[in-house]
């Protein structure tokens, strides 16, 4: 029998990624797969990248490494350039240096693990051809199967939407171990995968970790994050206490009524008003009444 633990989503999360690897001790497992966004959001860039690397597990990229390999370089599209908006990126960036930017240029965007006791695994961060789409709990079967129709392996292991998922879709198991580092269900505990091989292929186990949400808020004091990133790291913060989607609603807003308007806290005032779960997105705004594995969670 093998056994993996796939991670997603850490987001500079480093005491709950800290909490997941305490209780993989409790496990014998073979290997770890992070898949993408170590970074961002989170107080802890570099410290969560040094962990990942010292223990050796396997990496890709998500969108968040392409924000910090991009970032200021010609492949930036032009609207990055707003240093409010991206003042969480350069945050991170400048914490992460140079080496550490070296490194994650040479993780792969995807994984295909072929272990010889259980059928293949695909791992991507979003789709298998763009870190930036996720497979959302409302996707069609057909939405997804034209996202995998070139995917050979029978499983495929996604991130990005912060949602967990067991689904068959055709000839395929799509599983999302949710995120480790930012949950985006109400749940504020570390969410992580472990899969075992068994003679019907690899069986699903999602574990929900609590962690030091204190120290993560403190660290966020100290690092003076929402003095440095203003806004958007206001809800960066928000979005670590309430577990649920905050960057992304507070944006849609904005640019849909204010776009002209200064991006800083200013803007704070006028959306305590605003209804936010309707500027959620499709997959977040409804996720309760959505079907999601069961979760096992530890004391």
Avoid at 90 to 103: A, F, K, T
Wanted: net charge negative.
């Amino acid at each position: 029998m093998t056994r993996l633990a796939i991670l997603a989503d850490v987001h500079g999360n480093l005491p709950a990624l800290e909490a997941v690897m305490a209780d993989l001790a409790r496990f014998a497992v073979d290997h770890v797969v992070v898949a993408g966004d170590l970074i961002n959001l989170g107080p802890f860039p570099a410290e969560v990248v040094d962990a990942v690397l010292e223990q050796g597990w396997s990496v890709i990229r998500g969108n968040h490494e392409y924000y910090l390999l991009d970032y200021q370089t010609a492949r930036a599209p032009a609207a990055w350039s707003d240093p409010l908006r991206w003042s969480m990126v350069r945050w991170s960036s400048q914490r992460l240096g140079e080496q550490r930017r070296r490194r994650i240029a040479t993780w792969p965007d995807t994984l295909s693990l072929r272990f010889p006791d259980g059928p293949p695994i695909l791992v991507v961060h979003g789709v298998p051809r763009s870190p930036w789409t996720g497979i959302g709990r409302r996707a069609t079967d057909e939405e997804i199967g034209q996202h995998l129709a070139d995917v050979a392996e029978p499983v495929v292991v996604v991130g990005h939407t912060h949602l967990t998922m067991d689904r068959r879709v055709g000839p395929w198991q799509v599983l999302n171990p949710g995120s480790l580092g930012d949950p985006l269900d109400g749940i504020s505990t570390a969410s992580y995968l472990l899969l075992e091989s068994n003679s019907h292929g690899w069986q699903p186990q999602f574990r929900r970790v609590p962690y030091d949400r204190a120290r993560l808020f403190a660290e966020c004091d100290k690092q003076g994050y929402v003095e440095t990133c203003g806004v958007i790291g206001h809800f960066a913060v928000e979005e670590f206490k309430t577990a649920r989607p905050e960057i992304s609603p507070f944006l849609r807003w904005y640019d849909a009524t204010c776009p002209d308007r200064p991006l800083t806290m200013d803007l704070l005032a006028e959306y305590a008003a605003v209804d936010r779960w309707a500027y959620r997105g499709p997959g977040h705004r409804v996720n309760l009444d959505l079907p999601s594995p069961a979760l096992d969670a530890t004391s």
